[in-house]
Protein backbone atom coordinates (compact mmCIF):
# COMPACT_ATOMS: atom_id res chain seq x y z
CA UNK A 1 0.00 0.00 0.00
CA UNK A 2 1.68 2.91 -1.58
CA UNK A 3 1.54 6.67 0.39
CA UNK A 4 0.66 9.87 -1.72
CA UNK A 5 2.75 12.95 -1.56
CA UNK A 6 2.34 15.15 1.34
CA UNK A 7 -0.41 18.26 0.78
CA UNK A 8 -1.11 20.87 2.51
CA UNK A 9 -4.37 19.68 4.50
CA UNK A 10 -2.96 16.72 5.76
CA UNK A 11 0.44 17.32 7.14
CA UNK A 12 2.52 13.55 7.07
CA UNK A 13 2.35 14.19 11.31
CA UNK A 14 -0.90 13.23 11.05
CA UNK A 15 0.23 10.04 9.54
CA UNK A 16 2.19 8.87 12.55
CA UNK A 17 -0.77 9.83 14.45
CA UNK A 18 -3.32 7.26 12.31
CA UNK A 19 -0.80 4.71 12.57
CA UNK A 20 -0.55 5.08 16.53
CA UNK A 21 -4.25 5.06 17.04
CA UNK A 22 -4.20 1.50 14.93
CA UNK A 23 -1.50 0.35 17.66
CA UNK A 24 -3.59 1.37 20.61
CA UNK A 25 -6.78 -0.06 18.55
CA UNK A 26 -4.91 -3.64 17.66
CA UNK A 27 -3.77 -3.80 21.64
CA UNK A 28 -6.95 -3.21 22.90
CA UNK A 29 -9.00 -5.67 20.97
CA UNK A 30 -6.14 -8.39 21.42
CA UNK A 31 -6.88 -8.04 25.48
CA UNK A 32 -10.05 -6.43 26.10
CA UNK A 33 -12.93 -8.72 27.03
CA UNK A 34 -15.27 -6.45 27.72
CA UNK A 35 -17.94 -5.66 24.97
CA UNK A 36 -18.04 -1.80 25.31
CA UNK A 37 -14.28 -2.10 25.49
CA UNK A 38 -13.74 -3.80 22.52
CA UNK A 39 -16.90 -1.14 20.43
CA UNK A 40 -14.85 1.42 21.38
CA UNK A 41 -11.74 0.14 19.85
CA UNK A 42 -13.33 -0.90 16.93
CA UNK A 43 -14.31 2.59 16.60
CA UNK A 44 -10.50 3.87 17.66
CA UNK A 45 -9.59 1.57 14.60
CA UNK A 46 -12.10 2.89 12.33
CA UNK A 47 -10.73 6.28 12.77
CA UNK A 48 -7.50 5.46 12.29
CA UNK A 49 -8.62 3.75 8.87
CA UNK A 50 -10.38 6.92 7.69
CA UNK A 51 -7.29 8.70 8.17
CA UNK A 52 -4.90 6.71 6.37
CA UNK A 53 -7.59 7.30 3.90
CA UNK A 54 -6.17 10.60 3.16
CA UNK A 55 -2.56 9.19 2.29
CA UNK A 56 -3.45 6.45 -0.47
CA UNK A 57 -4.90 5.86 -3.65
CA UNK A 58 -6.58 2.63 -2.23
CA UNK A 59 -10.39 2.03 -1.33
CA UNK A 60 -11.11 1.85 2.37
CA UNK A 61 -11.46 -2.12 2.59
CA UNK A 62 -7.97 -2.24 0.99
CA UNK A 63 -6.54 0.08 3.34
CA UNK A 64 -8.21 -1.88 6.27
CA UNK A 65 -7.06 -5.16 4.94
CA UNK A 66 -3.54 -4.09 4.66
CA UNK A 67 -2.94 -1.39 7.25
CA UNK A 68 -5.56 -2.51 10.23
CA UNK A 69 -6.35 -5.99 9.28
CA UNK A 70 -4.05 -7.62 12.20
CA UNK A 71 -4.71 -9.80 14.65
CA UNK A 72 -2.66 -9.58 18.47
CA UNK A 73 -0.06 -6.70 20.10
CA UNK A 74 1.44 -5.16 17.41
CA UNK A 75 5.18 -4.51 16.78
CA UNK A 76 7.51 -2.97 14.17
CA UNK A 77 7.63 -4.68 11.33
CA UNK A 78 11.89 -5.57 10.82
CA UNK A 79 13.48 -4.94 7.23
CA UNK A 80 16.71 -7.23 7.21
CA UNK A 81 19.62 -5.57 4.65
CA UNK A 82 22.96 -7.41 3.76
CA UNK A 83 26.27 -5.04 3.17
CA UNK A 84 28.55 -6.91 0.67
CA UNK A 85 31.56 -5.19 -0.53
CA UNK A 86 34.01 -6.61 -2.73
CA UNK A 87 37.28 -4.75 -3.95
CA UNK A 88 36.41 -1.81 -2.24
CA UNK A 89 32.74 -1.60 -3.88
CA UNK A 90 29.18 -2.20 -2.59
CA UNK A 91 26.48 -4.55 -4.27
CA UNK A 92 23.60 -3.12 -4.75
CA UNK A 93 20.80 -4.75 -6.80
CA UNK A 94 17.57 -3.15 -8.76
CA UNK A 95 14.15 -2.99 -7.82
CA UNK A 96 11.46 -3.98 -10.31
CA UNK A 97 9.06 -2.18 -8.29
CA UNK A 98 10.78 1.43 -8.61
CA UNK A 99 13.75 0.72 -10.93
CA UNK A 100 15.77 2.60 -7.70
CA UNK A 101 18.91 0.43 -6.23
CA UNK A 102 19.06 -1.01 -2.84
CA UNK A 103 20.55 -3.18 -0.32
CA UNK A 104 19.31 -7.37 -0.69
CA UNK A 105 16.81 -7.50 1.80
CA UNK A 106 13.56 -7.32 3.06
CA UNK A 107 10.90 -8.41 5.81
CA UNK A 108 12.50 -10.72 8.35
CA UNK A 109 11.04 -13.83 8.01
CA UNK A 110 9.40 -16.35 10.73
CA UNK A 111 11.66 -19.50 11.26
CA UNK A 112 14.79 -17.28 10.26
CA UNK A 113 17.41 -15.96 11.86
CA UNK A 114 18.47 -11.81 10.94
CA UNK A 115 21.75 -13.68 9.87
CA UNK A 116 19.86 -16.55 7.53
CA UNK A 117 17.27 -13.48 5.78
CA UNK A 118 20.63 -11.83 4.99
CA UNK A 119 21.79 -14.79 3.28
CA UNK A 120 18.63 -16.28 1.50
CA UNK A 121 17.61 -12.24 0.63
CA UNK A 122 21.02 -11.97 -1.09
CA UNK A 123 20.99 -15.40 -2.80
CA UNK A 124 17.58 -14.72 -4.05
CA UNK A 125 17.66 -11.18 -5.13
CA UNK A 126 21.56 -10.90 -6.52
CA UNK A 127 22.36 -14.83 -6.68
CA UNK A 128 25.37 -14.92 -4.36
CA UNK A 129 26.59 -16.66 -1.40
CA UNK A 130 26.94 -14.67 1.50
CA UNK A 131 27.73 -15.02 5.53
CA UNK A 132 26.83 -12.69 7.86
CA UNK A 133 29.32 -11.69 10.24
CA UNK A 134 28.57 -8.70 12.36
CA UNK A 135 25.99 -6.29 12.73
CA UNK A 136 26.65 -3.03 11.86
CA UNK A 137 23.26 -0.66 12.36
CA UNK A 138 19.53 -0.65 13.54
CA UNK A 139 17.54 1.99 11.94
CA UNK A 140 14.39 3.23 13.11
CA UNK A 141 12.64 4.52 9.77
CA UNK A 142 11.43 7.45 11.55
CA UNK A 143 14.96 9.26 12.22
CA UNK A 144 15.75 8.80 8.31
CA UNK A 145 14.50 10.03 5.41
CA UNK A 146 12.49 7.81 3.73
CA UNK A 147 9.46 8.01 2.14
CA UNK A 148 6.18 7.85 4.25
CA UNK A 149 4.39 4.72 4.77
CA UNK A 150 1.90 3.23 6.52
CA UNK A 151 4.11 0.48 8.52
CA UNK A 152 6.52 1.21 11.80
CA UNK A 153 9.72 0.02 10.97
CA UNK A 154 12.90 -0.84 12.34
CA UNK A 155 15.68 -1.78 9.68
CA UNK A 156 18.79 -3.78 10.45
CA UNK A 157 21.71 -3.79 8.36
CA UNK A 158 24.19 -6.36 8.77
CA UNK A 159 27.93 -6.79 7.19
CA UNK A 160 28.20 -9.85 4.72
CA UNK A 161 31.31 -11.91 4.01
CA UNK A 162 30.98 -12.92 0.03
CA UNK A 163 31.25 -16.40 -0.58
CA UNK A 164 30.57 -17.54 -3.96
CA UNK A 165 28.08 -17.66 -6.70
CA UNK A 166 27.23 -15.07 -9.87
CA UNK A 167 25.30 -12.14 -10.44
CA UNK A 168 21.59 -13.37 -11.04
CA UNK A 169 18.59 -11.06 -10.78
CA UNK A 170 15.49 -12.99 -8.84
CA UNK A 171 11.65 -12.03 -9.22
CA UNK A 172 11.96 -8.56 -7.68
CA UNK A 173 15.44 -7.36 -9.07
CA UNK A 174 16.43 -6.49 -12.59
CA UNK A 175 20.06 -5.96 -12.14
CA UNK A 176 22.64 -6.57 -9.16
CA UNK A 177 26.24 -4.87 -9.43
CA UNK A 178 28.69 -3.30 -7.12
CA UNK A 179 29.23 -0.18 -6.63
CA UNK A 180 31.77 2.45 -5.72
CA UNK A 181 31.16 5.31 -3.18
CA UNK A 182 31.88 7.93 -6.25
CA UNK A 183 29.31 5.84 -8.55
CA UNK A 184 26.10 5.02 -6.63
CA UNK A 185 23.09 5.01 -9.02
CA UNK A 186 19.46 6.39 -8.03
CA UNK A 187 18.31 4.90 -4.52
CA UNK A 188 15.41 2.95 -3.95
CA UNK A 189 14.86 5.03 -0.79
CA UNK A 190 12.38 3.34 0.76
CA UNK A 191 14.55 0.73 1.09
CA UNK A 192 18.01 2.66 1.95
CA UNK A 193 18.98 6.06 1.90
CA UNK A 194 22.20 7.94 0.61
CA UNK A 195 23.17 8.84 3.65
CA UNK A 196 22.93 4.72 5.07
CA UNK A 197 25.27 4.18 2.04
CA UNK A 198 27.45 6.21 3.15
CA UNK A 199 27.48 5.12 6.59
CA UNK A 200 28.23 1.38 5.09
CA UNK A 201 31.53 2.67 3.58
CA UNK A 202 32.39 3.86 6.54
CA UNK A 203 32.13 0.89 8.42
CA UNK A 204 34.14 -0.62 5.17
CA UNK A 205 37.09 1.62 5.78
CA UNK A 206 36.59 2.03 9.84
CA UNK A 207 35.56 -2.20 10.81
CA UNK A 208 36.43 -1.06 14.34
CA UNK A 209 33.43 1.69 13.84
CA UNK A 210 30.98 1.37 16.67
CA UNK A 211 27.57 -0.26 16.05
CA UNK A 212 25.29 2.23 14.97
CA UNK A 213 21.53 2.51 16.56
CA UNK A 214 18.97 4.96 16.05
Not at 43 to 66: A, Q
Not at 175 to 202: H, K, W
Request: charged content about 30%.
Amino acid sequence: MSIKQQNADHPFEWLATAKRLQAIAQAGLSFSENGYDIERYEEIREISVKMMLHYTEEDFITVKSFFAGGKGYQTPMVDIRAVVFKDGKILLVKEKVDGRWSLPGGWADVGYSPAEVAAKETREEAGFEVKAKRLLAVFDKKFHPHPPEPYYVYKIFLLCEYVGGKAMAGTETSDVRFFSRRELPPLSEERNTSGQIEMMFAYHHDPEKDVYFE
